[in-house]
């Protein structure tokens, strides 16, 4: 259906192109030669302007076909353009679908590459101690401090026991991973070693 409407339009393109180039000129030309009364020069000005008109006819078609051509031209160099812009964006979806990792298998994988610790007893609610690599260490909760109830120094605060015994409840017998923060040091005024805790789930 296509293509017989493209022949179509090529068979009235040629007819114009007869009719505006070659018939109409002719038919006029013999009309100002045969029917008119003018004198001769009159016309062949009149000769001489209808093949003047008839030049700027073909100058203006051949510029509307090269501005078409142009404009053909740049409509297939701004297709091309978009055909490889969506072809590297599909590249680009598919390795990163590839690349993609869910949250809990990147979780998994890591919690199993975290090493874990022993807790061997909790001392307060911001205190315990734990088994590191075979050594007992002392160490102090990052991000949290809760009223004391073992300082010597001081009687058990308000809601000291009850941190104390959550943490007991939280903790003991448990096995955790460690996380330092560079911001915070390595250890307190006491030499406790200063460390999140994150339990093993």
């Not at 007819?15 to 045969?34: H, M, N, Q, R, S």
Request: hydrophobic fraction near 40%; charge should be neutral; charged fraction near 30%.
């Amino acid at each position: 259906m296509e293509k017989e409407t493209t022949k179509v339009g090529s068979w009235m393109g040629l007819v114009k192109i007869f009719l505006v180039l070659i018939f109409l000129p002719v038919v006029a030309i013999w009309y100002v030669w045969k029917k008119t009364t003018w004198s001769k020069r009159n016309k062949w000005i009149a000769t001489i302007a209808i093949l003047f008109v008839l030049l700027l006819v073909i100058d203006s078609n051949k510029a509307a076909n090269e501005k078409s051509k142009e404009t053909a031209e740049l409509d297939a160099r701004v297709a091309a353009l978009e055909n490889k812009l969506e072809q590297e964006k599909q590249k680009s979806a598919t390795e990163n679908v590839e690349n993609f990792k869910p949250v809990a298998e990147v979780a998994n994988k890591e919690a199993a590459a975290t090493e874990l610790h022993e807790v061997i007893s909790v001392t307060d609610g911001d205190t315990l101690k734990i088994n590191l690599n075979g050594n007992i260490e002392t160490l102090r909760l990052i991000g949290i401090d809760t009223p004391e109830t073992v300082d010597p120094r001081k009687p058990v605060q308000c809601f000291g026991q009850e941190s104390s015994d959550k943490a007991k409840q939280l903790l003991s017998g448990k096995k955790v991973s460690l996380e330092a923060d560079p911001t915070q040091g390595e250890r307190d005024q006491y030499g406790r070693l200063l460390r999140y805790v994150f339990l093993e789930d």
